[in-house]
């Protein structure tokens, strides 16, 4: 079983910049695909990147493709989502999730972090 935190939303201006973190622990942590997703307040969750457990591959929402960046240091059993050129609509409780293949539906998962708030203001 795996046991997920996140940190690091905040408020940020649009165009601006926010790393979020995903500290995972527990057994076997480190062997599963790391997704993140998003919840805005009234809209269901949302994908928006996925890692694999050796960081080799990743995939990305479309509405976040070249401004968002997923990462991992198994080292560290962390997992990271560098968000670059924020927009207002990126708004949302942001989760990061594990999962035994990288999957875009939140069904595929099996572990989920409480979440943390972005906020980007225009």
């Known amino acids: 079983q795996a046991q997920l935190v996140e940190s690091g939303g905040g408020l940020a201006q649009a165009g601006g910049s926010l790393r979020l973190s995903c500290a995972a622990s527990g057994r076997a942590a480190s062997s599963y695909a790391m997704g993140w997703f998003r919840q805005a307040r009234g809209k269901e969750r949302e994908f928006v990147a996925v890692?694999?457990?050796?960081?080799?591959?990743?995939y990305y929402a479309d509405s976040v493709k070249g401004r968002f960046t997923v990462s991992r240091d198994n080292a560290k059993n962390t997992v990271y989502l560098q968000m670059n050129s924020l927009k207002s609509e990126d708004t949302a409780v942001y989760y990061c999730?594990?999962?035994?293949?990288?999957?875009?539906?939140?069904?595929?998962?099996?572990?989920w972090g409480q979440g943390t708030q972005v906020t980007v203001s225009s």
């Open positions: 999730a594990a999962g035994p293949g990288m999957a875009t539906f939140s069904t595929e998962y099996d572990y």
């Open positions: 890692i694999s457990w050796s960081g080799g591959s990743t």
